[in-house]
Each structure stands twice: as C-alpha cells, then as structure tokens.
C-alpha cells in the first residue's frame, strides 16, 4: 500500500524568505508524484508534478520540487515567498503501472506567508 | 471557461435529507472522480469511473451512488445523509490512454453541512 507523509502540518514564513514543504512517501511500485495547492476556500490546482525525465521539476509561479528516489522523498521549495502564496499545499502519489488509479494525499501543509 | 465544474458550490440540509451533487468536465476525459475533504483537510478517493463504468470503489457507505450518464458527467446521490457527512464534496477527472502521461484535475469542491 502506498502512503504519503507531509512531515509540517503548518509552516509560518516572513515574506520574501524561502520555504521548503517537506514530503515523503513509502510505495512498493513506482510511481509519479504530484504538488497541488489549495487557495482559501477553492478547490485543488495542479503545481507541478514528476512523472519521469530530469528529478527537479518546476512550476511557473516559481516552486520547485525534487524527487529522490534513494530518500522516497519529493519536497517543494521556493526560494523567496509572497503573501500570495499562502494556501494548503498536498503532496499526492500515484501508482505508475496503474492509469486511473486513484491519488493517495498527504495530510497537507498549511503554509502561511506573514509581511 | 471552466474545466471541471460542479453544482452547487454550498449545500445545507438536514439529516436525513437525500441530496445530489453534480460534476461535469469539458476537457473531453474519459475518467472521472470524486473525493472526500475531512474537516482536518484530509481528501480521499470515494469513486472513479471509466467510461461510464465504475473502477474504482473505496468503502463507501452504499448510501452514496455515484452515476455517470456520459463521460462528461458524474454525479454523486447522497441518501439519507448523516452529520460525518458534512465535508467538501471534489469531482476531479484525467485522461487515460497508455503511454502518455495522466494528471487529475479538480473542480472547485462543494461545501456539504448537515445539520
């Protein structure tokens, strides 16, 4: 079975100062992994996402994220944040053999941005 | 231009109440879902459907009924509804063909309360 672990239930940060959302996940078979942020009130949106290639994947809003397989671990990190970004951020796995499978969340990451 | 959406936004009803939540998508996928938000954020997968057809099935009290009239739409049937089922309510859909790569995309939630 697979599982997700989202090792900061809350992360508070000064503006412009960097962040890392911590994320690790245990799986049998291999899989792909997912960033989706949840703004106040509104629904899941994609951030970025590995599926295979290059282990540093970007978004266009400036978060990066990088798959170790070696430490089954695939944190996000931004270098300088903005008031903007304060939303719940879910790390999600998905079994690569399986298309249509369903995605297993972490428990999420509340990251809240302060001036 | 909404990819997936959903209606309505905000339910409130008594328990007991039967009530429905509908899900379309204009994306033009062939699998559709929906996914449980817990007060503590926490989401998980309640149904998936393929085509029509149901693949997907996670423990889901036979009081929810999951029906799927054409690709495009999944809607979700709530008999006698219970206070535990007060939560955020998401479609999501994604396209599976082999080879390329499948992302979920998510509507904006419905926001159950019974009361």
């Known amino acids: 079975a697979q599982s997700v672990t989202q090792l900061d239930s809350q992360v508070p940060v000064f503006e412009e100062a960097p962040v890392e959302l911590r994320c690790n996940y245990s799986?049998?078979?291999?899989?792909?992994l997912f960033w989706y942020v949840q703004y106040p009130n509104q629904g899941l949106q994609l951030l970025l996402k590995y599926l295979s290639g290059s282990t540093l994947v970007e978004s266009i809003n400036g978060f990066e994220a990088e798959f170790n397989k070696s430490q089954t671990s695939f944190h996000l990190r931004k270098p300088s944040v903005h008031i903007s970004d304060t939303a719940e951020y879910f790390c999600a796995v998905r079994d690569s053999y399986n298309q249509g499978g369903k995605l297993i969340f972490g428990q999420g990451t509340e990251l809240s941005v302060k001036p | 231009d909404t990819a997936v959406s959903q209606t309505p936004k905000y339910l409130v009803t008594q328990m007991g109440n039967d009530k429905s939540i509908k899900c379309e998508q204009n994306l033009g996928h062939d699998t559709m879902y929906w996914y449980k938000q817990d007060s503590k954020k926490f989401l998980k997968i309640m149904f998936s459907?393929?085509?029509?057809?149901?693949?997907i099935n996670e423990t889901v009290p036979n009081r929810f009924s999951p029906k799927s009239p054409d690709k495009a739409h999944l809607n979700l049937h709530i008999n006698s509804l219970e206070l535990g089922d007060s939560a955020v309510y998401f479609c999501?859909?994604?396209?599976?063909?082999?080879?390329?790569?499948?992302?979920?995309?998510f509507g904006p939630g419905t926001r159950l309360l019974v009361l």
């Open positions: 799986s049998s078979v291999s899989v792909y």
């Open positions: 459907y393929n085509n029509k057809e149901l693949i």
């Open positions: 999501a859909s994604s396209q599976i063909d082999r080879g390329l790569e499948e992302t979920q995309y």
